[in-house]
């Protein structure tokens, strides 16, 4: 029978959870690594036990961490995120340039194929990749070196590089999102890199729908389906049927079209979840009511999901990287909150429970679906 | 033989207990210390000072005998309670933050 194995980033540690194909009782390991911040933890395709985190804190850096036993024991690997050549300047929240200074990896994202091939997006934003396991960590420059570089200015989480996706049917073809300077996609393996933004439009920049500076949240992609793109940017729900080329949006019926995550359901291309929030500086749900949005229509026409959820007096958020869905039929989905809760779906969102209800702040959601 | 405190977190990460201990060839300065405590536990690379500046982490402290060496040279010599191994030099994660 499969199992899913659901990975937890919180403010202070990383957190395990396990259950059968059911998903009704779940196992919870952790805290690994606690009193540090895990912004990011993923395990690879190719070997599901293989898992990799990003351990950090304000105190004493980046440390990477590598599993082999899917969580059980963990080593500390390579650590050294160095820019490749003279790293220049981004732009500073005034406007004036700012050296490029590595803080932290906010996302790891292990290669389709090989279990020791990883790329981890950084603060600031950078691409970096090893190709043994963790060891070792090279830039790859040529995002950088896109021509915009000097003109990224970073939101209020700092410049970070916090969404990568791989193009399952194309090698060669990888999507980025940068806050707050929007997407980019290379198409020759990360040699050279296009701003993907058309059809953004953010009021916070001066051009509204200038070729960089919009600050994407998150980008989402069904595997079945890669040119197809979803994306909560900071306000607005986007959707690209020409991978990036173009943006229109989608936000439709959404109470308000802020937000952090975006997912699509394993199953249905067209099903994609978000989790409305009710301003950039009300880092809240609506009405104190948490609700989950469904659109089974690739965007426009959402519905709440809201059973089991708390409809009152509820005033968490949800960031980023935390939502997920397993690949088990009917398709899970998991969130967790600032909180600490993580909630649970084994039924597509139709009912919601909570798997955890007092960790630290959740940062990072993964789930792994497992043979067994 | 020098003796070197860490705060629990890098303890922890280096999987020991208590103080631990390293050899110093030469002049006997934070700096060499610093390598020396690099060398032993790797591990430690880029957690008390930057890996490509080398430069203390602004929330990472350095005393020994009542001193604060934080912004000492350093290639400075240590004091001789530390170089003699009366007195650790203490590697401390700063008060600040939650």
Same mark, same amino acid.
């Given at each position: 029978?499969?199992?899913?194995?659901?990975?937890?980033?919180?403010?202070?540690?990383?957190?395990?959870?396990?259950?059968?194909?059911?998903?009704?009782?779940?196992?919870?390991?952790?805290?690994?690594?606690?009193?540090?911040?895990?912004?990011?933890?993923?395990?690879?395709?190719?070997?599901?036990?293989?898992?990799?985190?990003?351990?950090?804190?304000?105190?004493?850096?980046?440390?990477?961490? !590598?599993?082999? @036993? #899917? %969580?059980? $024991? /963990?080593?500390?690997?390579?650590?050294?995120?160095?820019?490749? +050549?003279? *790293?220049?300047?981004?732009?500073?929240?005034?406007?004036?340039?700012?050296?490029?200074?590595?803080?932290?990896?906010?996302?790891?994202?292990?290669?389709?194929?090989?279990?020791?091939?990883?790329?981890?997006?950084?603060?600031?934003?950078?691409?970096?990749?090893?190709?043994?396991?963790?060891?070792?960590?090279?830039?790859?420059?040529?995002?950088?070196?896109?021509?915009?570089?000097?003109?990224?200015?970073?939101?209020?989480?700092?410049?970070?590089?916090?969404?990568?996706?791989?193009?399952?049917?194309?090698?060669?073809?990888?999507?980025?999102?940068?806050?707050?300077?929007?997407?980019? !996609?290379?198409? @020759? #393996? %990360?040699? $050279? /890199?296009?701003?993907?933004?058309?059809?953004?439009?953010?009021? +916070?920049? *001066?051009?509204?729908?200038?070729?960089?500076?919009?600050?994407?949240?998150?980008?989402?992609?069904?595997?079945?389906?890669?040119?197809?793109?979803?994306?909560?940017?900071?306000?607005?729900?986007?959707?690209?049927?020409?991978?990036?080329?173009?943006?229109?949006?989608?936000?439709?019926?959404?109470?308000?079209?802020?937000?952090?995550?975006?997912?699509?359901?394993?199953?249905?291309?067209?099903?994609?979840?978000?989790?409305?929030?009710?301003?950039?500086?009300?880092?809240?749900?609506?009405?104190?009511?948490?609700?989950?949005?469904?659109?089974?229509?690739?965007?426009?026409?959402?519905?709440?999901?809201?059973? #089991?959820?708390?409809?009152?007096?509820?005033?968490?958020?949800?960031?980023?990287?935390?939502?997920?869905?397993?690949?088990?039929?009917?398709?899970?989905?998991?969130?967790?909150?600032?909180?600490?809760?993580?909630?649970?779906?084994?039924?597509?969102?139709?009912?919601?429970?909570?798997?955890?209800?007092?960790?630290?702040?959740?940062?990072?959601?993964?789930?792994?679906?497992?043979?067994? | 033989?020098?003796?070197?405190?860490?705060?629990?977190?890098?303890?922890?990460?280096?999987?020991?207990?208590?103080?631990?201990?390293?050899?110093?060839?030469?002049?006997?300065?934070?700096?060499?210390?610093?390598?020396?405590?690099?060398?032993?536990?790797?591990?430690?690379?880029?957690?008390?000072?930057?890996?490509?500046?080398?430069?203390?982490?602004?929330?990472?402290?350095?005393?020994?005998?009542?001193?604060?060496?934080?912004?000492?040279?350093?290639?400075?010599?240590?004091?001789?309670?530390?170089?003699?191994?009366?007195?650790?030099?203490?590697?401390?994660?700063?008060?600040?933050?939650?």
């Amino acid at each position: 029978m499969s199992r899913v194995r659901v990975l937890v980033g919180t403010r202070k540690g990383a957190f395990v959870l396990e259950s059968d194909g059911k998903r009704q009782k779940w196992d919870v390991s952790g805290p690994h690594f606690g009193g540090w911040e895990v912004y990011h933890l993923k395990g690879s395709p190719a070997d599901p036990n293989r898992l990799y985190a990003s351990q950090s804190s304000g105190w004493f850096g980046q440390i990477i961490q !590598r599993s082999n @036993d #899917g %969580g059980k $024991t /963990w080593e500390a690997v390579g650590n050294t995120f160095a820019y490749d +050549g003279v *790293p220049g300047t981004h732009q500073w929240y005034d406007g004036t340039p700012h050296p490029w200074e590595f803080k932290r990896v906010w996302h790891l994202e292990p290669s389709l194929t090989d279990p020791d091939t990883v790329y981890a997006g950084v603060e600031d934003a950078a691409l970096f990749r090893t190709t043994d396991g963790g060891q070792n960590w090279s830039e790859m420059p040529g995002l950088r070196g896109h021509g915009s570089g000097p003109r990224w200015q970073p939101g209020a989480g700092g410049l970070c590089l916090h969404t990568l996706l791989l193009d399952p049917s194309n090698a060669k073809r990888m999507f980025i999102a940068i806050s707050a300077a929007g997407a980019f !996609r290379t198409d @020759d #393996g %990360g040699t $050279t /890199w296009l701003p993907i933004n058309r059809g953004l439009k953010s009021e +916070g920049i *001066p051009n509204e729908e200038a070729e960089v500076g919009h600050c994407v949240h998150r980008i989402a992609m069904h595997r079945s389906r890669p040119s197809v793109l979803f994306m909560q940017k900071h306000w607005d729900v986007m959707r690209s049927d020409n991978a990036g080329d173009s943006w229109t949006e989608v936000s439709g019926n959404l109470p308000t079209d802020f937000g952090f995550p975006i997912d699509v359901h394993a199953h249905e291309p067209d099903t994609i979840y978000v989790v409305p929030i009710k301003s950039d500086s009300e880092h809240y749900p609506p009405d104190g009511r948490l609700r989950v949005y469904r659109s089974r229509t690739g965007g426009n026409e959402w519905e709440a999901l809201t059973n #089991g959820l708390p409809q009152s007096n509820c005033y968490v958020n949800v960031l980023r990287d935390a939502m997920s869905v397993d690949s088990l039929d009917k398709c899970g989905i998991y969130f967790g909150t600032s909180g600490g809760q993580v909630y649970g779906s084994a039924d597509a969102g139709d009912t919601w429970s909570a798997i955890v209800r007092d960790l630290p702040p959740v940062v990072s959601v993964e789930a792994q679906t497992l043979d067994r | 033989m020098i003796r070197v405190a860490l705060p629990a977190h890098l303890r922890n990460l280096a999987s020991v207990d208590g103080e631990v201990v390293v050899d110093v060839a030469g002049s006997v300065t934070q700096r060499t210390v610093l390598d020396a405590l690099e060398a032993r536990y790797p591990v430690l690379s880029g957690t008390i000072r930057d890996h490509v500046t080398l430069k203390r982490r602004p929330f990472v402290r350095f005393f020994a005998c009542g001193q604060d060496l934080s912004h000492e040279p350093l290639d400075a010599l240590l004091p001789e309670d530390v170089v003699g191994g009366k007195e650790p030099y203490l590697i401390v994660g700063a008060m600040a933050g939650g």
